[in-house]
């Protein structure tokens, strides 16, 4: 199974995914490549952090599953190489979470969001978002939400990270 973690920026996605993985078996979480530069306070394994020329390169030799460009870099999910009899866990754009849809891939899709605009509004200028990045990622959200409720995604409201990880962990549960 493909379990689709999206969300806006700031809501704590990553944070949930690391954790999802830890605590339950059997969930490999597949790592994106990006053309981002490393953010001062990131893990540098958070992504694989390539050239724009490696990444362009991995698209030509058909490496994706699928890729987005946002706010001007690239974003890929690598085709999965997860061992048998693991799950698949994404926490990608909810425009990934549209492509795999039309790829036909059964997908288990989860939309994480943030108590309020405000709360969202916090979380990004905690994590040194500048202002201007703060701003379209506000504004990507309101779009962000409307997709993912075409796609009929799970919403889950990061009010608490404890609860969210049960909520999100039964949901995955449910859906073995
Ligand atoms: P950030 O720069 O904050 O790490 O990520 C920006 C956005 O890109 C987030 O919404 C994140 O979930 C999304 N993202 C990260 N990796 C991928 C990916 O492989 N594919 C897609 N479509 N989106 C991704």
């Known amino acids: 199974m493909v379990i689709v973690v999206s969300g806006p920026g700031g809501v704590g996605k990553g944070t949930i995914a690391e954790y999802l993985v830890k605590k339950l078996d059997n969930l490999w979480l597949s790592k994106s490549w990006t053309t981002r530069k490393v953010r001062s306070e990131e893990d540098e394994d958070s992504y694989v952090f390539v050239s724009r020329k490696e990444f362009e390169k991995a698209i030509g030799d058909n490496r994706f599953l699928e890729w987005t460009e946002f706010h001007g870099n690239l974003y890929g999910t690598p085709l999965p190489e997860a061992p048998d009899g693991f799950d698949v866990l994404l926490e990608i754009d909810v425009n990934g979470a549209l492509s795999v849809v039309e790829q036909s891939i059964e997908a288990l899709l989860i939309f994480v969001d943030a108590p309020s605009v405000e709360d969202q509004e916090r979380r990004l200028r905690g994590r040194g978002d500048p202002e201007d990045e703060v ?21 889950v409201i990061n009010d608490d990270l404890e609860r969210t990880i049960e909520e999100i962990s039964s949901l995955i549960n449910a859906n073995r």
């Open 135 to 155: 701003r379209r990622r506000i504004l990507e959200g309101e779009k962000e939400r409307q997709i993912a409720s075409d796609l009929g995604a799970i919403i």
